[in-house]
Nanobody, 121 residues
Framework: QVQLVESGGGLVQAGGSLRLSCVASGNGFSINSMGWYRQAPGKQRELVATITSVGMTNYADAVKGRFTISTDSAGNTVHLQMISLKTEDTAVYYC???????????????WGQGTQVTVSS
């Protein structure tokens, strides 16, 4: 069973920076990819950025050039460095892990509980 613990959310002024982190723990599985999604009030959850176990990244157009996703060498911690934050980046940010239990030829997705990011004008 995967467990995800997120940290780093908070309140920041427009133009500021924040760094989110998410640690995956547990045994008996391999991480295929990890990522960040966000959900603003009244809107659907949307992709922010993902990174695969081999380092391939994908970003939403709205955050390209401002956000950077990375992992540690063990591949079980994902960071999201956010700069030049805008008020429209305000949302709850959710960590996601796509994983496969050892010996199982399919993948599963697990979500963190979310961390609030608020960007004030």
């Amino acid at each position: 069973q995967v467990q995800l613990v997120e940290s780093g959310g908070g309140l920041v002024q427009a133009g500021g920076s924040l760094r989110l982190s998410c640690v995956a723990s547990g045994n008996g599985f391999s991480i295929n990819s990890m990522g960040w999604y966000r959900q603003a009030p009244g809107k659907q959850r949307e992709l922010v950025a993902t990174i695969t176990s081999v380092g391939m990244t994908n970003y939403a157009d709205a955050v390209k050039g401002r956000f950077t996703i990375s992992t540690d060498s063990a591949g079980n911690t994902v960071h999201l460095q956010m700069i030049s934050l805008k008020t429209e980046d305000t949302a709850v940010y959710y960590c996601n892990a796509d994983y496969s239990p050892h010996g199982v030829r399919r993948s599963y997705r697990y979500w963190g509980q979310g961390t609030q990011v608020t960007v004030s004008s």
